[in-house]
């Protein structure tokens, strides 16, 4: 019998908070030591739903619309969709005010599923096919994203209706050396794509659009972007007598897998672009456009945790250890956590890697983990922060269908996407 046991009052001042950089604001130790969700407890969801799963809160998506549309009031936030295109989860963002983005058919149709109103969706991404432009065409959508000459083509082929376009351009800010999107401002390239678009019937060239990269958690970045993108839509205006009134800074801002991680800062965030914006247009003489911001992993991300369930644990030497779970890693891993949310342990812990039962050895969950160091079998692990990109990216390697996905609000839950079958994969079969 341990003191607990014996002065019950005393379990709260022992149960360390969990880090409210990465777990849902309402996620809590029960009196029992359980992690729960508002009041349902993680372990419950386990048992109810299997492992692995994916558990979304509700609120927490709700609080980050609203923080977004508390904090940039005059701006419209467009929810980037890919980071977690289920339709509940559009349904909730557009039910706070914010569009939707999406990448491809398959995203948009899951949109227009859910009820969003086609003139609040965006479409953008590299490489669009001629269906994916057919498609969004003729649903309706508010704007088009056009990253290529070729894509102007196939659009003033398909348009019989004025349609929206923003041209993504490059802005030549390298953030974080990866891959440039766009026409770079001031080449014959994106000279070429404004003459072609201009010249085009049923094409409304309405603004610019750019996307810097991801994880950013540097504002000056944005504002240096809005200085440079005006002047180019300054010089729009002024060979082409096109007044572009939208600009889209894109996404790509940062938050915290593990405590200590930077984040960006939506304040301050809030006061670079306003700065930017007077600036920008006071030097070139021009209207204040409507400004965009596309929040992606920012609104679901750390809405989302995932629960695997312990297969074994085994000794790694020098007191580490190797723990497999019930689940794959999605190409995310290695920089989340991993919590015991069964019960509250409090006594030694060790280092471990855990790893997915279908892993390889460069595809771990989380790297460099503390957990008990009498973890066992049958006992579930959290990993919080996984709302963004873990389900997109999850797949059917080994033929193991890809888990569900179960919403929690107001102390229930509500599957929202069931558990990929066998029989779901082999309908695919046809030899």
Known sequence: MTLLDIFPSLRATTVPRLDPAVWPADTHYDPDGRITLGTVALADLADQYGTPVQVIDEAE??????????????????????????????????????????GSSGELSVALAAGIAPRRIVLHGDGKTFDELKTAVDSGVGRIVVGAISEITLLAALATEPQQILLRVDPGIDVDRGVHHGFPLGSSSLETAVARIAGQPNLRLTGLHCHLGGQIHNPDHYGEAIRRMIGEMAWIDNEYGLLLSHLDIGGGHAIAYRGGDAELNLTELADILDDALDAGCARHRFPRPVLAMEPGRAIVARAGITLYRVLSVTDTGEGGARVIVDGGGCGQGSGYGAVVVN?????????????????????????????????????????????????????????????????????????????????????????
């Open 61 to 102: 998506v709700r609080a980050r619309c609203r923080a977004y549309r508390r904090h940039f009031p005059s701006t419209e936030i467009i929810y980037a969709g890919t980071a977690l295109m289920v339709g509940a989860v559009a349904r909730w963002v557009a039910e706070e005010g914010l569009s939707v983005q999406v």
């Open 343 to 431: 019960r509250h342990p409090t006594g030694p812990q060790r280092i471990a890697t855990i790893a997915g039962k279908h892993s390889e050895a460069g595809d771990l969950i989380a790297r460099d983990v503390r957990i008990p160091a009498d973890l066992r079998a049958g006992e579930i692990l959290a990993l919080p922060c996984t709302g963004a990109y873990h389900h997109g990216l999850a797949s059917t390697y080994r033929t193991v269908g890809r888990p569900p996905i179960v919403a929690v609000a107001d102390g229930r839950s509500t599957p929202l996407l069931r558990r990929e079958t066998i029989a779901d994969l082999l309908m695919r079969e046809l030899g």
